[in-house]
């Protein structure tokens, strides 16, 4: 949100010293986060004036429309040889005689570092340039000069203060828990409570209007009085619709951001930057029957100003007349009812809508409005007629008409009272905050407090922070106006021996294995939709994957919690791959969601709530956890390109199958257990023929392989890329929680190879596995290097060769202790899957 400071300093007196860059600090003190602040034609100089545009002559002999000016200025800044006027060239066509125009004197340097000097041009001597806001650096229109009201200045005056030149405008980012500074009205009451100075609240006093004429104002009807408490409805009838919005006001709204349309719009985009309320005009030409606030009903639609047809939900809040839906409340107006340059009869509505269904309509229809932002977050609940007579008192003062009256409905209002301990602000931060400052601070954001003696406190929030509604908001509230940084930060001390736990040590050590194997970490979006799964040919009934709903999903697109990590894994490649990074390899490690049987995918709407004032008892967060699904830890990589790249000492490799089962191993050799790998299962997206599955114990954990070349063409990826996802928790689980180095022994190495014959079917993990166990102690490696099937081993049967290392750490092995291990460990392989040693 755009703050310009003169609009500001009309509610509160800050300090004349005080800086624009002062005042952002303020505001960051409190909350808020300041982007960005704008010196409105901080490069400018020199002489900036009012001029008055006196006579204008058409140069009709260029291939462009050139006018020859004659304005006045003044007789301290005339020509020497016209008094009190400079003649100056202008091709700008939206001003005519007797119009007051900004003009910049030779000698003065706008914007850009354009400086103005008195040249012959089309014929003429210009003596100077009649200005428009670009050139002064106050926004990019640059489709004709300023024209100012008649009256806004005296011509030959300094024309800086008079648009605005010099003034700060600070880019504050408003936080969803602070939609109550989304105004001027909510800035200057946060800086009046920092500065301690008075602050003139714009949304308290009600504008006093003219009388009401006779006729009968629109009738408004709410029935959906949940959707929306306080509705009014305002009638204006004569207004002039060709009345041009003040220059002030116009100014003041591109310095907010906002392009200036018509008095009518521009009323009501400045009043609701001003107080924070929404407002809608409605031409009452075109309205037929009264106002109604309801829901949708079955096959309705409306097009709304942004000219898009929009289909309506049953849950939709809308306004309606007779005819059917006119506009979506709190967000949008629809197109049929819009005001317009022949709309004479105005029906000013402002209303309090409930926060939820704004937030759920808008992000329904994807419609994000300046109106909706507000209302999200909380508007005044009670602010609608108060800014409703500032806009129509603005409306008649600066287009005309009567005033016909308003009509309203609203439902009864129940205040809130929330009990506060005296001591809990401070209990909190862990400083000293007395009683007298506590009731201070609540009594500055509007609190009232029914009695600043009693302990507890019976405090009712304002209106316009309906975000307060438990005793840890007013403890934020109390730290927050003190200043966060006043709050000591204090690290604790961890008791001797304590650090990370055994779990968060594997998962580091998993981290940097991958890191040093020549993986890159990527944090990938945690959620995914139904389509994302569908293009990997995972099934939309596949249990392991049925999605926990969010509430209020970012996107619609992916409304609910991972199940896997490989949509977001892939997504990186894709984006690396996409721009010109075609050798990748990335990892993740997070947790994913899977739902319980039977368990519900939106979970539960109204879980229980323990008590912040004490730790949950053991049967409250047994009970909390129950309602929650199984979120496992995993780890995963991707990988596609050449794994290793080609150069002046040879051929590159290419990532395969392999690598991704080598990730596995890597991974469970940082853990510190030993993963069996083998043929077996291959979900969706695995290839079925280049896939292993990750066997632990008994337990399947995971699988490594290629993708298929559907998901490969869905994901947007080369063929053949490889991925592996694993449970990580569940490594974590089997391993003892502590790694022993391995110790070197300084005596030799003997090596004896070994090549065995067994069935197809038979996985040389299992082999392998029957060989380690044979051997017995002495046993330093095994490695498989070859496997053969062919003519020279039965049909069905293949031979697997391994290389065997043996060392002892404290002697050099014998011949005959080296032959009895290697004996030992083919009888155990004979034994354990029927290997026959081949000669």
Excluded at 64 to 77: F, S, T, Y
Aim: with cysteine; aromatic share 4%; charged share 20%.
């Amino acid at each position: 949100m755009r703050i310009p400071l003169s609009w500001v300093r009309d509610y509160v007196d800050l300090p004349a010293a005080e800086t624009p860059e002062s005042v952002g600090d303020r505001l960051v003190s409190v909350g808020l986060e300041l982007e960005e602040i704008e010196h409105l034609g901080a490069d400018v100089t020199g002489t900036l004036i009012v001029g008055h545009v006196r006579s204008i002559e058409e140069l009709a002999e260029f291939k462009k429309p050139i006018r020859w000016c004659q304005v006045e200025v003044g007789d301290a800044h005339g020509h020497p040889d016209t008094p009190g006027v400079r003649g100056i060239i202008c091709g700008a066509r939206n001003f005519v005689e007797g119009d007051l125009v900004v003009v910049a004197l030779p000698g003065a340097i706008l914007a850009g570092g354009f400086q103005i000097a008195s040249r012959e041009t089309y014929g003429h001597i210009s003596d100077g340039m009649i200005c428009s806001e670009r050139e002064l650096g106050l926004g990019q229109d640059h489709d004709g000069i300023i024209v100012l009201p008649a009256g806004t200045a005296e011509v030959g005056q300094d024309a800086g203060p008079v648009v605005g030149l010099g003034d700060a405008v600070l880019d504050v980012s408003v936080t969803p828990d602070m939609g109550f500074c989304l105004s001027m009205r909510g800035v200057a009451r946060e800086l009046a409570h920092q500065y301690s100075v008075p602050f003139r609240d714009p949304g308290t006093e009600l504008v006093e209007l003219p009388a009401p004429v006779s006729g009968t104002p629109h009738e408004c009807v709410v029935e959906d009085l949940e959707g929306s408490d306080l509705f009014t409805l305002r009638t204006i009838v004569g207004f002039d619709p060709s009345a041009p919005s003040p220059y002030w006001m116009r100014r003041r709204l591109s310095m907010s951001g906002m392009r200036p349309v018509s008095l009518a719009v521009d009323v009501t985009n400045y009043v609701m930057l001003e107080t924070g309320q929404p407002l809608h005009a409605f031409d009452r030409a075109k309205l037929q029957g009264p106002i109604v606030v309801r829901r949708a009903r079955a096959g309705e639609s409306l097009e709304t100003l942004d000219h898009v047809a929009r289909t309506l939900d049953a849950a939709d809040l809308l306004i309606a007349d007779d005819r059917g839906p006119i506009g979506l409340a709190g967000t949008m107006g629809g197109l049929d009812t819009e005001i317009d340059d022949d709309s004479s009869e105005i029906a000013l509505e402002a209303a309090h809508f409930a926060p939820a269904a704004v937030a759920h309509m808008s992000r329904r229809h994807k419609l994000s409005s300046e109106a909706s932002r507000r209302f999200e977050r909380g508007v005044d609940g009670v602010l609608a007629p108060y800014a409703s007579a500032r806009a129509a008192a603005l409306l008649l003062a600066h287009g005309g008409g009567s005033y016909v009256g308003m009509t309203a409905v609203e439902a009864a209002h129940v205040p809130v009272v929330i009990t506060l301990a005296t001591d809990l602000p401070g209990r909190v931060a862990g400083i000293a905050i007395d009683r007298a400052t506590v009731v201070e601070r609540l009594e500055a954001v509007g609190c009232v407090v029914a009695d600043p003696a009693a302990d507890p406190l019976a405090v009712t929030p304002a209106s316009w922070r309906p975000d307060l509604t438990d005793p840890a908001d007013l403890v934020e509230e109390v730290l927050r106006l003190g200043g966060y940084d006043a709050i000591p930060t204090t690290l604790p001390s961890a008791r001797p021996g304590f650090g990370l736990t055994s779990s968060q040590r594997a998962r580091r050590r998993v981290g940097r294995a991958l890191a040093g194997a020549g993986y890159v970490e990527a944090l990938a979006y945690p959620f995914v939709g139904e389509a994302e799964l569908d293009a990997l040919g995972i099934p939309a009934d596949d249990p392991r994957h049925r999605l926990l709903l969010l509430a209020n999903p970012i996107s619609d697109e992916q409304p609910g919690m991972r199940t896997t990590l490989l949509p977001g894994l892939l997504a990186s490649l894709r984006r690396n791959v996409g721009r010109g990074s075609t050798d990748v390899a990335v990892f993740e490690a997070g947790a994913v969601v899977h739902l319980r049987e039977g368990q519900d995918p939106r979970l539960v709407t109204d879980p229980p709530r323990p008590s912040v004032e004490r730790r949950p008892a053991a049967e409250e967060v047994a009970s909390l956890e129950a309602l929650l699904p199984d979120q496992p830890l995993h780890v995963a990589v991707a990988l596609t390109g050449q794994r290793l790249p080609a150069g002046w000492w040879g051929p590159g490799a290419g990532s395969s199958w392999a690598d991704a089962i080598e990730a596995a191993r890597i991974v469970a050799d940082a853990v510190g257990v030993d993963l069996v790998v083998r043929r077996g299962s291959s979900p969706a997206p695995w290839h079925p023929g280049r896939c292993a599955e990750l066997v632990l114990g008994t337990q399947v954990l995971g699988h490594a392989g290629e993708l298929t070349p559907r998901a490969c063409e869905a994901a947007g990826l080369p063929k053949r890329t490889a991925v592996m996802e694993l449970d990580l928790g569940a490594l974590i689980a089997a391993a003892d929680g502590a790694i022993t180095a391995r110790s070197i022994s300084t005596y030799p190495v003997a090596k004896e190879d070994v090549a065995l014959v067994v069935d197809a079917d038979v996985p040389a993990a299992a082999v392998e596995a029957a060989l380690t166990e044979g051997a017995g102690p002495l046993l330093e490696s095994v490695r498989l290097f070859d496997v053969y099937s062919g003519e020279q081993v039965d049909a069905g049967r293949k031979s697997l060769a391994f290389a065997l290392r043996f060392r002892s750490p404290d002697r050099t092995l014998t011949v005959d202790e080296v032959s009895a291990a290697r004996d030992s460990a083919v009888a155990a392989a004979t034994a354990a899957v029927g290997a026959v040693q081949r000669a």
